[in-house]
């Protein structure tokens, strides 16, 4: 197939229909996914498709939801569970925590949950309190869970197609903000392999790591070092678990220098974790502490511009570039 | 719960046609101003609900309560907030993430809340609400305050599961709970009738042990009627459950067209429409003449327009308040991520 321009949307949906079209066992199941077309759109359209016993709209029920899908994919059938937002997630944290993530484990290694919950995260929609989170932490805590979240266009198709082909539990968070981005895509050209993450740039004075929608800011960011004469290298995580580290390890031995950017909360978040990995493992090399660039420690606000006062964005991860290299920002 | 603070007085109980005409029409043109502010781009939030159909609910069960009496809504809730005496301007400016508001700008449409007016909260969760009030009717009886604490939420939240864990409680402890089911038709694109099996969802209450009735909203007299009789019951610690019909006038959110319905069955579910109804009686009884109704609807019209006019006018909170109220005032606020920043990489 040639090149075409596509929307991290449309490389989304794709990806449903032709895992769909492959896989007669695939079912996407959960709130509003079929006569609405989804709350954001992806799976439109589909129900007319693959019909309603495919793509199944269910009651306001996560817990059953996610429960169900737990089930029928131990029965055989491989489900696409869509949790509408992850803001969410804590309502079905018995199914998904509980019940998906252990069952090979407690079971003895008798059968695995082959299964995909698909949501979607971040500010960005001046949404509130309860549906603007980023969560991931609680899924990166949760051993028995995969967890990917895709910051391009062609991540967004490849991860899902992969995601469903996982013999364990898979949690797919995509961005809210995203969903419109478009980029020009030959989604025949031969993938990433799963559980790796990307160079987006290279550079030779600092390294920032960062996954999601703060990848596009962290490039930004880059650019603008870049005209003050720093150059970074950028790494795009792609999947949290599997976690590549080795690329990591390697650049900031050479580097000594680290930032690591989430839009999740701070405080015992992702970024923590990779803290803390690089802290362990690049100790000898590090020229400075590495530091976090993260979503404030509070909720996030209705209001506009304390919504985009809470998490990281381009201007903050350029500052704390100059900073870390010494300059004071101007 | 905070103590309440220093608050407007709730409306007296009133089911005289003419007082919930009036509120309804305040409800009904206050939505329709939200949908202008929203539309003129001087509203925060992506996701406002409108109520337009369901005045009724709002209304009619509003008036069954006192001051004192508690509640919480769900994410379509500013009618039931007004007839609970808010004040138009601070929902409006809160709906617009404005300072003035009351949240600060923090909550919007879908997490307004003021403990002065009994206002436990609105709730951006299907059904997160519900449980407060099995909380509340607990301390109303352990207090002795004989106030009633009432759940509002939609016919989607019939789906969770701590909808029936919480009547289940109220019931098995006898606590002061009215439980109110806005059966608009929809949740989101979902009919009520591809949501359940059985949508005659009062008898699931009834089956818990709690008063279960079923009322329709085109009549706000109905309406006002059952919840009346209903609440008194509650005072006494008989928890009920009342399922109101109405429709969904719009779509489910600003931008949302409803493609899903088919505009015959739209034209027809606006047909059920209490405001209009309530007006017609009026006429009818001699209770209030054209000229008098106009009147009315011209005081209104001025009484919401006002409030786009306030809200435009209001600030955005200060980025310095984004740390307040994390924790109690007497705590520390969150360190920024800036300062902490700062501090790491301070060399000497
Ligand atoms: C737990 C949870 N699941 C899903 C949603 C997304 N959602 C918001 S409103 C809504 C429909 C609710 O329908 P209903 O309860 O009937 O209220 P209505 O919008 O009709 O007033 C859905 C699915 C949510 N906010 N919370
Ligand atoms: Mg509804």
Redesign the pocket.
Same mark, same amino acid.
């Given at each position: 197939m040639a090149l075409q321009e596509l929307t991290y949307r449309d490389a989304l949906r794709q990806a449903l229909i032709d895992a769909m079209r492959e896989n007669p066992d695939v079912v996407i199941m959960g /709130? /509003?996914v079929g006569r609405y077309g989804g709350?954001y759109a992806v799976t439109k359209d589909l129900i007319k498709e693959f019909g309603g016993e495919r793509v199944i709209d269910t009651p !306001?029920s /996560?817990p059953a939801i996610i429960g169900a899908a737990v089930g029928a994919a131990m029965a055989g059938l491989r489900p696409v569970a869509e949790l509408?937002?992850v803001d969410?997630i804590g309502?079905t944290m018995d199914q998904l925590g509980n019940q998906a993530a252990k069952i090979r484990y407690m079971f003895g290694g008798q059968i695995g949950v082959p299964m995909v919950l698909r949501t979607q995260g971040g500010t960005g929609r001046s949404a509130g309190a309860q549906h603007s989170q980023s969560l991931e932490a609680y899924v990166m805590h949760t051993p028995g869970l995969r967890l990917a979240m895709p910051a391009t266009v062609a991540d967004a198709y490849h991860l899902l197609r992969q995601a469903l082909t996982k013999p364990d539990p898979v949690v797919f968070i995509e961005h809210k903000a995203l969903y419109t981005m478009k980029e020009t895509v030959d989604l025949d050209a031969p993938a990433l392999p799963w559980g790796t993450s990307a160079v987006r740039r290279e550079g030779k004075d600092l390294v920032i790591v960062t996954y999601s929608r703060q990848l596009h800011y962290a490039l930004e960011a880059a650019k603008k070092l870049a005209a003050q004469g720093i150059e970074a290298t950028v790494i795009d995580l792609r999947t949290l678990n599997p976690l590549d580290f080795d690329p990591i390890r390697e650049a900031v031995s050479r580097i000594g220098r680290a930032m690591v950017v989430s839009e999740g909360v701070m405080t015992a978040g992702v970024a923590a974790e990779l803290s803390a990995r690089i802290t362990e493992e690049c100790f000898d090399y590090l020229e400075d502490p590495v530091v976090r660039v993260a979503g404030e420690d509070i909720p996030i606000s209705v209001s506009t511009a304390l919504e985009t006062g809470s998490v990281p964005g381009a201007q903050l991860i350029y500052e704390t570039g100059l900073k870390m290299l010494g300059k004071v920002p101007a | 719960m905070t103590k309440p603070v220093a608050h407007t007085p709730a409306p007296r109980p009133n089911t005289d046609l003419t007082s919930h005409y009036r509120m309804m029409l305040r409800i009904r043109t206050f939505e329709e101003r939200v949908g202008e502010l929203f539309v003129r781009g001087q509203s925060a939030g992506s996701m406002l609900?409108l109520s337009i159909g369901e005045e009724s609910a709002a209304a009619g069960v509003c008036a069954a309560m006192v001051e004192g009496d508690t509640f919480t809504t769900?994410? *379509?809730g500013h009618g039931i907030f007004l007839a609970r005496g808010a004040d138009p301007n601070r929902m409006m400016a809160e709906i617009g993430g404005k300072e003035a508001g009351y949240c600060h700008g923090k909550g919007g449409s879908m997490h307004i809340a003021d403990m002065g007016l009994g206002h436990l909260g609105a709730n951006? !969760?299907?059904?997160?609400g519900i449980p407060a009030v099995v909380g509340a009717g607990l301390a109303a009886r352990h207090h002795g305050s004989g106030k009633i604490s009432a759940a509002f939420?939609?016919?989607?939240?019939t789906g969770?599961g701590i909808l029936y864990e919480s009547m289940n409680m109220a019931a098995l402890w006898s606590l002061p709970c009215l439980f109110v089911c !806005?059966n608009?038709q929809?949740?989101?694109g979902t009919r009520i009738d591809q949501a359940t099996a059985n949508p005659e969802i009062h008898e699931r209450a009834r089956a818990f042990g709690l008063v279960g009735e079923r009322v329709d909203g085109l009549d706000v007299e109905a309406v006002s009627e059952a919840a009346d009789r209903l609440v008194a019951g509650v005072r006494q610690g008989k928890p009920a459950f009342l399922m109101i019909d109405c429709y *969904?006038f719009y779509g489910?959110a600003r931008k949302d067209k409803s493609p899903y319905r088919d505009p015959a069955e739209e034209e027809q579910g606006r047909q059920k429409d209490p405001v209009a109804f309530a007006r017609a009686a009026l006429l009818e009884r001699g209770l209030a003449t054209e000229a008098e109704l106009t009147a009315l609807e011209t005081e209104v019209g001025a009484e919401m327009d006002a409030t786009i006019d306030f809200t435009i006018a209001q600030k955005e909170p200060p980025l310095s308040t984004m740390f307040r109220d994390v924790y109690a005032p007497e705590e520390p606020e969150p360190e920024p991520v800036r300062t902490r920043i700062d501090r790491v990489l301070a060399r000497d």
């Open positions: /709130e /509003e709350a !306001i /996560e509408m937002y969410f309502m | 609900h769900h994410h *379509r951006a !969760i299907v059904g997160g939420f939609g016919d989607g939240a969770q !806005i608009n929809y949740g989101m *969904r489910h």
